[in-house]
């Protein structure tokens, strides 16, 4: 078996942020803002690792599901070139998620 299984779920590997210089790269490639719409998903880069979130336009965060120690989280992120350092979502396309990528109405709207 080449993968780690925790609750059912494979453990996702650690990526690390993009450092400041490919983060200007990255957000060359990414969607601009004004074509982001409202409760849609994304499918693009969180740090170097894929990712599919959806976008809340009132704060302006990617929201998405995280499954870290057995549990599952909802945590949100900036927009990669809003955010000077650190974590940031590069939406690449919209797309329709699979059950185990969607946000709930309600955790989209309290979550993060």
Same mark, same amino acid.
């Given at each position: 078996m080449s993968k780690f299984?925790?609750?059912? +779920?494979?453990?996702?590997?650690? %990526? *690390?942020?993009?450092?400041?210089?490919? +983060?200007?790269?990255? &957000?060359?490639?990414?969607? *601009?803002? !004004?074509?982001l719409v409202h409760g849609? @998903? @994304?499918?693009?880069?969180?740090?170097?690792?894929?990712?599919?979130? /959806?976008?809340? &336009?009132?704060?302006? /965060? #990617?929201?998405?599901?995280? #499954?870290?120690?057995? /549990? +599952?989280?909802?945590?949100?992120? %900036?927009?990669?070139? !809003?955010?000077?350092?650190?974590?940031?979502?590069?939406?690449? $396309?919209?797309? !329709?998620?699979?059950? $185990?990528? /969607?946000? $709930?109405? @309600?955790?989209? !709207?309290?979550?993060?």
């Open positions: 299984v925790v609750g059912g +779920q494979p453990f996702g590997l650690y %990526a *690390p942020p993009l450092p400041a210089e490919h +983060q200007h790269l990255a &957000a060359l490639a990414a969607l *601009p803002l !004004e074509m849609a @998903y @994304y499918a693009g880069h969180l740090g170097s690792a894929p990712a599919v979130t /959806r976008w809340h &336009a009132k704060k302006r /965060r #990617f929201v998405f599901g995280e #499954f870290t120690l057995g /549990r +599952q989280h909802v945590r949100s992120v %900036a927009y990669v070139a !809003e955010n000077g350092i650190g974590e940031g979502f590069v939406p690449l $396309s919209r797309t !329709e998620p699979r059950d $185990s990528c /969607r946000v $709930s109405d @309600y955790a989209f !709207e309290t979550g993060g």
